[in-house]
């Protein structure tokens, strides 16, 4: 399959074009309206610093049902004891860093440029995008961030910096999901970590068809706080 390169109109092409890894296309930008349009369309950008703008629809594609996620004994423990104060839409700019901090950290490299985190928070001021911390001792332990739209949440990234904190976070998350009638969490590609918490792999077919599904409801913009 060929890779497309995006011009500056506002288009992508269709997802079931992608090459065999999942990447689409190259190039455009990281404006607000195409990134909107993109995670509309089951697309999503995923590119190192010294690359262009690479926009990925993987087959399969890794969901999480909010109301199957799975919760250990160990942090179930830990949600019971409250270690953590956990806040909505708080600290979006510090987590977001903090996620890009913790992997070049670990050697593992990161995709959240200064690009990619300048217009996440642009998406954030916009009412678009949102972050859940966890707080202990007034030091943010852990957090996550992504994209809302209709009832659909698309996750981008987490980080922890004490023992269970991400997890808290995406055990609220999940259950202010539930709470709003979210359909579905999109884990993008799969993790061992996102699997044993109860997500699984869809054909990309089947995850377009929730999506379109969940983008029928209206987008709650602005935010979580």
Known sequence: MPVFLLA???????VHLSTKEGLLAVGGDLSPDRLLLAYKSGIFPWYSGDEPIL???PDPRLVLYPRELKRST?????????RFRVTLDTAFERVIRKCAQVRIANGTGTWITPEMERAYCRLHRLGYAHSIEA??????????????LGRAFFGESMFSAQSDASKVCLSHLAHHLIERGFHLIDCQ?????MLRMGARLLPRSDFIVLLNEALRYPTRVGSWA
């Open 135 to 148: 707080w202990h001792a007034d030091q943010l332990a852990g957090g996550l961030y992504g994209i809302s």
């Open 8 to 14: 500056e109109n506002l288009v992508f092409p269709p």
């Open 55 to 57: 926009w990925w629809s």
């Open 74 to 82: 160990s942090l179930r423990k830990t949600l019971r004891q409250r």
């Open 189 to 193: 590609v799969p993790t061992d970590h």
